[in-house]
């Protein structure tokens, strides 16, 4: 099955209707399924079209799972298997900053829409990984449920093995899907991160293990709130200062926001 055909599916579109309405109205988009999809769900259903329709990546070296390598972009076709973690929070409509009592740090008071993160197990015939999709990805899917669904997805490999993906494209879809409800998923969820094992100990002496797991939350995320940092250490067992613990692994905090770096981009 095609992408269009999945689409079709998705949208209860028949082809032999959208080519029809297509020779109407679009006679110079010819056979291109792809866009007279697009313009029949703007126009004929009033809503935005999915970017994942487009082929936008003609020609793509597909890598295998078991070949990925850390902080390299790549495009790996993989099986969905299912959700381990979801993490929701308010954000910027713009940017997907967290906002601060309603409050972006680039772009100010912002109307808050709910971005989540969702962390779900992919793999292919060689392995399989953990992949996180974005909050620009996650918005960007909408309803659309890719579990269960064959999809191609450009990412990069973090530090902690962790395939950060900015682009999904559903190849494949199951053939029949069992509705399982996302509190069904939080309850049996996955431990996120290895949990911190340290005794109250004075602030020199933070041990390395606790730095590299702060590290790679940080880095994994690129910027997340102190708070939700602190309360994510003390779950962890972690009794000691967070604020000291970012600042001796050199990141900064602005207004309330741990970032790797003075003025992270989005
Ligand atoms: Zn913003």
Request: negative net charge; hydrophobic residues 40%.
């Amino acid at each position: 099955m095609s992408t269009v055909d999945v689409f079709l599916k998705l949208y209860g579109i028949k082809k032999d209707e959208l080519l029809e309405w297509g020779k109407k109205n679009y006679p110079e988009l010819g056979g291109n399924l792809r866009l007279l999809l697009a313009a029949y769900i703007r126009e004929v259903l009033g809503q935005e079209p999915p970017v994942e329709i487009f082929e936008l990546v003609p020609k793509v070296t597909v890598k295998k799972v078991i070949d990925l390598k850390e902080d390299e972009w790549s495009v790996i076709e993989v099986y969905v298997a299912r959700v381990v973690s979801e993490r929701t929070y308010t954000a910027c409509p713009i940017c997907f900053r967290k906002l601060t009592n309603g409050e972006c740090t680039e772009h100010g008071k912002q109307e808050p829409i709910e971005a989540k993160f969702v962390d779900v197990v992919v793999g292919d015939d060689t392995a399989e990984v953990v992949a996180t999709l974005t909050p620009r990805v996650t918005t960007r899917l909408g309803d659309i449920d890719i579990v269960g669904c064959y999809v191609r997805m450009r990412g990069r490999l973090t530090s902690d093995m962790r395939f950060v993906v900015s682009e999904v494209t559903i190849l494949k879809m199951p053939k029949t899907r069992r509705e399982v409800s996302v509190e069904e998923v939080r309850e049996e969820r996955f431990e996120e991160v290895p949990k911190i094992e340290v005794e109250e100990k004075p602030q020199e002496e933070i041990p390395e293990g606790v730095l590299n797991t702060f590290r790679k939350l940080i880095e994994t995320f690129e910027e997340v709130s102190l708070p939700e940092l602190e309360k994510w250490a003390r779950r962890r067992g972690f009794k000691g200062d967070v604020v000291e613990v970012v600042k001796r692994l050199g990141y900064v905090i602005e207004d309330g926001v741990v970032k790797m770096r003075k003025g992270t981009l989005s």
